[in-house]
């Protein structure tokens, strides 16, 4: 007879519901530790079990609760974390459109709340607070553009983004882009500002398209194309994209210059270089090099000194422009992260503008829609380099066929470009244009 040690059956630890696992990966996410996109990551490779279907719920209903999240926090109406946490993602699922699983009824308490969401959602509220907009960011979307504006501003960036797509034109057509597109049964809508923009239905899996794979697209939202387009890339020419990034703008310089000339990456960050590089070789681009720098006073920097026809600066910013992208954000930053940007943003500024040659170009963007971070900022640059006047974008706009709806209204009492998320559909963005006197 067996002894009763060895008669205990080991028994599996109970499978945890949808919904908490959800509760608690919205913990995580609340923590606001990491960007969200990071903490997403990990969460699914903690979970290799999970499939398509899983990893789209937790995703969908996550990303609802942060877009979402000082609304859904008044509607949870909970203070202990464990309670919030749960009903911000029974809030999540419902607003992600996701089958709420049974569970979302544990007990008569959240069956009772859950019925009086209807009730609570049509009382009155403050509208920002209805947007998920924090009343730092909506003070300073009022004062930039007026309230009922910026109420506009704020409903935008509540909604999740398009999915738009620039055809890489060294390598294919805009219509051959589209055909081959459409026979894998993904549908690509011409965009009318720029003849190398597409925007794409639905969610498609386009890393697995044949245009992808081929380096024929670049994922790409089209303000962060019409930045790229106003650099006026020619042909030959000697172009800095000063702060690189990811590379997505200079990809495009690349392609406008139709892969001939010389066109430097700069980056302080080599990993975000070296997550550059797979695209670069996709693209089928040889006039680009990518350069990791140590610095503003790294000795290869001073080497380019008054050489390049034109220098981009895309300076590392709030952010605020890319809320559709990065919900996360907003809860992350405060007034005096902007501020500390500023001074950063100046010194970058100032010392791509030392590599443009007499006669060159320099436009400085953000996608910020505080205007600290833009206009009054080249104001600034301007007043002490007075060697660089300002260049309206109408003119560069016009001289590049950019065909901006005048309804965007895209620019600026300055004359420089201003993309805002409500008026144009794309990410917010800033620019201006910047000659350097002589020839």
């Known amino acids: 007879m067996p002894t009763a040690s060895r008669s205990r059956v080991s028994r599996k630890p109970a499978p945890v519901g949808r919904l908490a696992t959800l509760a608690k990966l919205i913990g995580n996410l609340l923590e606001f530790s990491a960007p969200a996109d990071g903490t997403l990551s990990r969460f699914f490779k903690s979970h290799p079990e999970m499939g398509a279907r899983d990893r789209h719920f937790y995703a969908e209903s996550a990303w609802a609760v942060l877009r979402n999240l000082s609304w859904f926090e008044h509607l949870a109406h909970a203070t202990a974390k464990d309670r919030l946490h749960w009903r911000l993602a029974i809030l ?15 007990d008569s308490t959240d069956r009772i709340w859950r019925e009086g969401l209807p009730q609570a959602e049509s009382g009155e509220a403050d509208p920002f607070l209805r947007e998920s907009i924090p009343s730092w960011i909506a003070q300073a979307l009022i004062a930039a553009i007026g309230a009922q504006e910026a109420l506009a501003c704020a409903r935008a960036l509540r909604q999740t983004a398009p999915l738009d797509l620039r055809v890489n034109t060294i390598r294919a057509s805009v219509v051959d882009v589209q055909a ?24 498609p899996a386009l890393q697995r398209s044949r245009a992808f794979r081929e380096g024929l697209i670049e994922v790409q939202d089209l303000g962060s194309q019409i930045i790229a387009a106003l650099v006026a890339a020619r042909r030959g020419e000697f172009i800095v994209d000063f702060c690189a990034g990811a590379g997505g703008k200079t990809l495009a310089l690349g392609s406008a210059m139709d892969n001939t000339g010389r066109l430097y990456a700069l980056d302080t960050s080599a990993a975000r270089l070296a997550r550059f590089k797979p695209r670069l070789v ?70 791509a503008s030392r590599l443009v040659k007499p006669g060159g170009r320099l436009i400085y963007a953000t996608c910020s829609l505080l205007p600290p971070e833009n206009e009054a900022l080249v104001e600034r640059f301007l007043s002490s380099c007075p060697e660089f006047s300002r260049v309206p974008v109408a003119e560069v706009l016009e001289r590049q066929r950019i065909r901006i709806p005048s309804e965007w209204q895209p620019l600026n009492a300055a004359g420089d470009l201003m993309l805002w998320p409500h008026r144009a559909g794309s990410d917010g963005f800033f620019a201006a244009c910047m000659v350097r006197a002589g020839s």
């Open 92 to 106: 999540g699922v419902l607003q992600a459109q996701e089958p709420l699983p049974p569970e979302a009824d544990r």
């Open 180 to 203: 081959i597109l459409s026979r894998e049964g993904i549908s690509a809508q011409p965009l009318a500002a720029l003849d190398s923009a597409l925007r794409i239905e639905g969610k």
């Open 282 to 351: 996709r693209s089928g681009l040889s006039n680009v090099w990518p350069i990791a720098i140590s610095g503003l006073n790294d000795d290869r920097i001073k080497r380019l000194s008054s050489k390049a026809h034109a220098v981009l600066v895309d300076a590392p910013c709030s952010g605020l422009g890319t809320l559709r992208r990065n919900p996360d954000l907003k809860w992350r930053i405060g007034p005096e992260s902007v501020a500390a940007l500023q001074q950063q943003q100046e010194a970058i500024l100032r010392a």
